[in-house]
T-cell receptor
Framework: DTAVSQTPKYLVTQMGNDKSIKCEQN?????MYWYKQDSKKFLKIMFS???????INETVPNRFSPKSPDKAHLNLHINSLELGDSAVYFC???????????FGEGSRLTVL | DAKTTQPNSMESNEEEPVHLPCNHS???????IHWYRQLPSQGPEYVIH???SNVNNRMASLAIAEDRKSSTLILHRATLRDAAVYYC???????????FGGGTRLMVKP
C-alpha cells in the first residue's frame, strides 16, 4: 500500500491553463504539506495543513490554492500557470509535532 | 530561520564508512536536527534525527557536536543503493521544517 500517493505523476500543460494535483495519505497523520522542488533541487515548503486547517503559507502566489476536504487529502490547484511553475511538487504528511515527514513520489509539472 | 551548510558532493567506495557533515551554527536550543535522503526520481526519505545526544538506527548514526553547531551523518558501510542526495534540516519544536538546503550528493563507487 502506498502511504502518500499523488496524482498525476506527470503533467504537461500550456501557459495560462488551470491544473490540479491530488494527494492522499493513508497513515492517519494530522499534518500534510506541499513542497516545490526546483531545477536546482532545492525543496521548499509551500503549505502546511493540520487537521484541514492552514498552518503555513510560505509567500506562495495566490494562484496556488490548497484544499483539504479531510485530513487524509490535500489537493493543490494552480490557476493561470506560468513557465516558472515548472517543477516537481511533493506532497508529504507527518504525525503532528514529530518532524518526521513521509513524502509522495512527486508530480512533475511542465508548463510550455 | 536557522540554516544548514553541507558540501555539494562527496564520494565513497562501496562497503566503506561515510561521514556526511552539516554545519548549523545558528541552531536554536529547541531545534531538532533531521536528515533525509532523496534517491533519483523519488521523494525524500527520512533517515534519522536527534536533539543533543548521538543517535543510532538501522539506517545510520547521527553524531551531534557538544555545542550543537554541527552534526555528522554516518553510514557505516556504504552500498550502491546509498547513492542519493542527503539533506540536513533543522526542525523546530512545532515540527515545522521550512526549506531543505542544497544537500550533499553522495556518489558510491563499486
Amino acid at each position: 500500500d502506498t502511504a502518500v500517493s499523488q496524482t498525476p505523476k506527470y503533467l504537461v500543460t500550456q501557459m495560462g491553463n488551470d491544473k490540479s494535483i491530488k494527494c492522499e495519505q493513508n497513515l492517519g497523520h494530522d499534518t500534510m504539506y506541499w513542497y516545490k522542488q526546483d531545477s536546482k533541487k532545492f525543496l521548499k515548503i509551500m503549505f502546511s495543513y493540520n487537521n484541514k486547517e492552514l498552518i503555513i503559507n510560505e509567500t506562495v502566489p495566490n494562484r496556488f490554492s490548497p484544499k483539504s476536504p479531510d485530513k487524509a487529502h490535500l489537493n493543490l490547484h494552480i490557476n493561470s500557470l506560468e513557465l516558472g511553475d515548472s517543477a516537481v511538487y511533493f506532497c508529504a504528511s507527518s504525525p503532528s509535532g514529530t518532524g518526521e515527514l513521509f513524502f509522495g513520489e512527486g508530480s512533475r509539472l511542465t508548463v510550455l | 530561520d536557522a540554516k544548514t551548510t553541507q558540501p555539494n558532493s562527496m564520494e565513497s567506495n562501496e562497503e566503506e564508512p561515510v561521514h556526511l557533515p552539516c554545519n548549523h551554527s545558528t541552531i536554536s536550543g529547541t531545534d531538532y536536527i533531521h536528515w533525509y535522503r532523496q534517491l533519483p526520481s523519488q521523494g525524500p526519505e527520512y533517515v534519522i534525527h536527534g536533539l543533543t545526544s548521538n543517535v543510532n538506527n538501522r539506517m545510520a548514526s547521527l553524531a551531534i557536536a557538544e555545542d550543537r553547531k554541527s552534526s555528522t551523518l554516518i553510514l557505516h558501510r556504504a552500498t550502491l543503493r546509498d547513492a542519493a542526495v542527503y539533506y540536513c534540516i533543522l526542525c523546530n519544536n512545532a515540527g515545522n521544517m521550512l526549506t531543505f538546503g542544497g544537500g550533499t550528493r553522495l556518489m558510491v563507487k563499486p
